[in-house]
């Protein structure tokens, strides 16, 4: 506050400090040849006030490293419980039924206040169905007032006009909404239940109305690969601000529907034709995927970069430097997720992979202290080619994925093209790439 000019230092050590620390932004933003208005009137937000601030004390902690570790992260995901009204086929949390060992609604609050007061910058709701939770809009005020920014992750279908009008009073920032396919037949049985579609894409249109930043959300298989151009347009009519392809992981529910996984060939078709879908316009695309960020530096010829989950547009100077500092997979890095019993684990796609509980010990503690999270952090430590490979700061493999199909986090990511290698190595990986499943539709056109 002091550096933005909003606040004055009350002590000679406060003003020392912050004379320091406007010298250090002042040579960032000479070297990344950024106007040092435009900088701090986007840092006059709350928000991006304390993603600054994780940056920083992330540097003081642990010194400026590539990727860059954070003092606590950026994101939190929290499935906010068990209970969701669909089936779906892919759903790594096999959500269904609310679970008797879920945190009541003093421990949410708690939980809320003890995230805030650690730095996190935001936290998305998941579930299950977030939504579903009776206390979810006690919850997402706290979130609110603790000055976090607030996402839901939702299949969209309980959002009728009321429910995005109070989803816009309470001041949500970004509402996820999942589909998997631009027509109902398909998307109605991938997600177990008849009429999702439809209450899918009014859900979707409620919060556009409402003037919500909407994002929809696509886990992209072998059944809908050749369908995602589609789904791209279809996103683009409903006025839909963001596309963003979600890596299908093998977990949970999605144990059962291995086979629908993309080959390495296949993902990299994908990610290079969302890159030319991102550069085209109209709408911001994204994908989980870490290799999102080499394709995206190696279409362009290096002025674009895409690390996962932000997107950064044709500049002058080296984005490389950026995407390392940025690193690609955040798994246990830049995020971490929150299962209903308060069970942390590094990623909504690890929930099988619990590092400590909130109902006996701290969030600080287990970020910082977490074995698991340590060794998540280590690039040079990973295995096979994501160890070696000139990529690994800007990407690093999808960890999760890794984590399916070996129970490894270090391992290589099988999913990656330069893993050809490990593609093989297990009895999964052989079921899906020797005897590909008769449903696997066209590749992408």
């Not at 840092?43 to 590539?66: C, D, H, M, N, Q």
Request: glycine fraction near 8%.
């Amino acid at each position: 506050m002091i550096c933005l000019g909003k606040a004055r230092p009350n002590t000679l050590r406060c003003k020392a400090y912050s004379y320091m620390l406007s010298a250090l932004i002042d040579l960032g933003l000479s070297a990344f040849d950024v106007e040092r208005r435009s900088f701090y009137e986007y840092f006059s937000e709350p928000v991006t006030r304390r993603g600054f601030l994780a940056v920083v004390r992330g540097i003081v902690r642990y010194g400026v490293a590539k990727p860059q570790l954070l003092d606590a992260p950026f994101l939190v995901v929290w499935n906010l419980t068990d209970a969701c009204n669909l089936r779906c086929r892919h759903c790594y949390q096999r959500a269904g039924l609310k679970k008797s060992d879920e945190l009541s609604t003093l421990e949410k609050l708690r939980v809320v206040e003890e995230l805030a007061d650690a730095g996190v910058v935001s936290i998305a709701f998941s579930g299950g169905e977030p939504l579903v939770a009776k206390d979810f809009f006690e919850i997402a005020s706290k979130v609110k007032e603790e000055g976090m920014y607030l996402a839901v992750a939702t299949n969209g279908t309980l959002i009728t006009s009321d429910m995005a009008k109070r989803l816009k009073s309470l001041g949500t920032d970004n509402v996820e909404v999942s589909l998997d396919f631009p027509d109902a037949k398909y998307h109605d049985d991938f997600r177990g239940v008849e009429g999702a579609f439809e209450r899918t894409l009014q859900g979707i249109q409620n919060c556009v109305a409402e003037g919500i930043y909407t994002c929809i959300a696509t886990t992209v298989t072998r059944l809908n690969l050749h369908q995602i151009h589609r789904i791209i347009e279809l996103a683009k009519q409903l006025k839909v601000r963001r596309f963003i392809a979600f890596n299908f992981i093998p977990t949970g529910r999605g144990v059962d529907a291995a086979d629908i996984d993309l080959t390495p060939e296949q993902r990299e078709q994908l990610l290079t034709r969302l890159f030319h879908e991102n550069s085209s316009g109209g709408i911001e695309v994204l994908s989980t995927a870490p290799q999102y960020a080499r394709v995206s530096l190696e279409s362009s010829g290096g002025v674009n970069v895409a690390p996962t989950h932000f997107y950064v547009g044709e500049a002058s100077w080296n984005l490389r430097v950026l995407a390392e500092f940025i690193g690609g997979c955040g798994a246990g890095r830049l995020y971490c997720a929150i299962e209903p019993n308060g069970d942390v684990s590094p990623c909504v796609f690890m929930p099988g992979l619990t590092v400590g509980n909130l109902r006996k010990e701290g969030f600080m503690n287990i970020w910082h202290h977490s074995s698991v999270l340590a060794s998540l952090r280590d690039r040079v430590s990973l295995h096979g080619n994501c160890g070696s490979c000139e990529y690994r700061f800007i990407c690093g493999g999808c960890r999760a994925r890794a984590f399916a199909y070996f129970n490894d986090v270090l391992a290589p990511d099988p999913g990656c093209i330069h893993n050809s290698s490990y593609r093989k190595s297990t009895s999964i990986l052989s079921q899906i790439h020797d005897n590909p499943s008769s449903t696997s539709p066209e590749c992408v056109t």
